[in-house]
Each structure stands twice: as structure tokens, then as C-alpha cells.
């Protein structure tokens, strides 16, 4: 089983071991798919599992040929995102009724408490995003959102 066909779910257990500290400035070199959430799979990152963080984390994201992080909410939290590889469209809003698309090079911000589910436009090839959010736990303030619900 290759790389690209690791299935990757719930947090791993030592993050610092993926992180150098140079007394003060935390570094991570190499991101590899070490752990996954929601059909997304993240390399190890940087955040309050890591470094002395208190309101950032910053990780890369990898989403399967034809994956989808299933809707969802930010709770009290900014994202942004820059899209290194592949194409995304977000349903959004109320309901999930809203759609835009982004492709490679695109960058793009998620109000904290927007409804959304984030769908790879490609069957074959894998989308890779750097996520920033204001929140050094990453995903712990995410929860599910019904799309039928609205």
C-alpha cells in the first residue's frame, strides 16, 4: 500500500516529534500524512499539540481523489486556506446551498460559524491546501453540521 492509499483517522498521539525546537523557533520540515479527520488527511503541522501555541495552528491538508470533508462549523474560530495542488468546491451556508470553487494558487478565508462541506472536483488526483486557523487545538472546536437540517 502506497502513501496515497494510507488510511489515516484520529489525532496522533506525539506530535512534538515531528518538530524541531531551536530554542524558540519550532520547525517542522518535512509533512507527511501522519493523521486524519473528517475524510482529510494532515501532515503532523504546528500547533498547541507541538509548540507553545495558545491561538495558531497551521497544517497541510490532503484530501483524497473525489474525497469529502463531510459539513461542518467552525466554532469561534478564522480559517484561511492557500490551495497548493487540485481544485475545491464549498457548499455553504444554510442548508449547504451555496457553492464556490477554488483551484491551485487560489487563496480564501472561512468565517467562524459558516456551514460548509468542502468536495475535491477530481477523481483522480488529490488536493493539497495549507490551513491556517485561529485556534492552536485545531479541529477540537469543529462540529458536524446536518445539511438537511435548513
Not at 36 to 41: D, K, R, S
Not at 79 to 85: S, T
Not at 115 to 129: G, I, K, L, Q, R
Request: a negative charge; charged letters at 25%; proline letters at 5%.
Amino acid at each position: 500500500m502506497g502513501e496515497d492509499e494510507l488510511i489515516l483517522e484520529g489525532e496522533q498521539s506525539d506530535l512534538s516529534k515531528y518538530v524541531e525546537d531551536a530554542g524558540g523557533i519550532h520547525g517542522l520540515r518535512e509533512v507527511h500524512k501522519v493523521r486524519g479527520w473528517n475524510n482529510i488527511q494532515y501532515g503532523a503541522g504546528l500547533s498547541g499539540k507541538n509548540t507553545p501555541a495558545t491561538k495558531l495552528s497551521m497544517n497541510k491538508a490532503f484530501i483524497p481523489p473525489g474525497g469529502i470533508a463531510k459539513a461542518h462549523i467552525h466554532v469561534d474560530f478564522d480559517v484561511m486556506v492557500f490551495l497548493l495542488k487540485g481544485s475545491v468546491r464549498h457548499e455553504f451556508g444554510p442548508g449547504c446551498h451555496n457553492s464556490v470553487t477554488h483551484s491551485a494558487g487560489d487563496m480564501f478565508y472561512i468565517e467562524p460559524g459558516l456551514p460548509h462541506e468542502v468536495f475535491n472536483c477530481s477523481d483522480t488526483d488529490w488536493v493539497e491546501a495549507i490551513v491556517s486557523r485561529s485556534d492552536a487545538s485545531e479541529w477540537q472546536n469543529i462540529i458536524p453540521y446536518d445539511r438537511s437540517s435548513e
